[in-house]
Each structure stands twice: as structure tokens, then as C-alpha cells.
């Protein structure tokens, strides 16, 4: 489990590289400020959990169980639901899909706590 979310780690950071050039570069002058600003957020948080994954993946090798691979799994649909809907409203302008964005910070949330229980437990 460990070279998964390792793996997953580094393809959300290719992926949020990639994002954040192409929006400093081909999204610059055709969003308004405030739909840049929001796609921007959405890199932000992307590279902290790419991050994160690579963290969880270090984690599964040293104490592995459910709770770390559950964390693991938490990252990445955090990822996929907050910075996806952000990367969604900013290019589609649908504000409908800042609903689901909350979700994401959840799933980081719980993904956080998780982490912290699996290296914490005995």
C-alpha cells in the first residue's frame, strides 16, 4: 500500500504542476480575477496533499493497518473533491459546484485525523 500512495502522491503533484502552469499561463486572461484566484486555491491545496499522500505512504511502511490505508484513501478523494470542483467552477463558472467542495475539506479533515490515530495508536 505504501508504493501506492506513494505513486498517487507523485502523479496529484505532476498533476498539480501541470495545472498551475497552465493556469499562470493559458487561464490568465480569459478568467476574471475572482474564477483564477478560485482555480488557484485549488492548485494550492492539490501539491499540500500530493504531499500529504507521500506522507501517508511513509506511514503505511512504518505502521501499517486500515487506519493509514483509510487515510490514504480520504487524501486522495479529498483531492479529487475539492480541488476538482474548484478547477470545475473556475473553468465552467457553475457556482452550483462549490457545493461539493466542503466535501473535499472533509474527507482532508478525517484524512488528518486518521493519520495521526494510525501513528498514535499502539
Do not use: C, K
Not at 35 to 53: D, I, P, S, W
Amino acid at each position: 500500500m505504501d508504493r501506492l500512495f506513494f505513486a498517487l502522491g507523485a502523479l496529484s503533484a505532476l498533476i498539480g504542476v501541470a495545472a498551475g502552469a497552465f493556469g499562470a499561463h493559458s487561464l490568465r486572461d480569459r478568467l476574471a480575477p475572482e474564477l483564477l484566484a478560485v482555480f488557484e486555491t485549488g492548485v494550492r491545496y492539490q501539491m499540500y496533499h500530493a504531499l500529504a499522500l507521500l506522507a501517508v505512504a511513509w506511514a503505511a511502511s512504518r505502521w501499517p493497518g486500515g487506519a493509514t490505508s483509510l487515510a490514504g484513501w480520504l487524501m486522495v478523494a479529498g483531492t479529487v473533491l475539492f480541488s476538482g470542483s474548484l478547477y470545475a467552477l473556475s473553468l465552467s463558472g457553475a457556482r452550483v459546484l462549490g457545493a461539493i467542495t466542503p466535501l473535499g475539506g472533509l474527507a482532508w479533515l478525517a484524512g488528518w485525523a486518521l493519520l495521526a490515530y494510525s501513528v498514535l495508536r499502539p
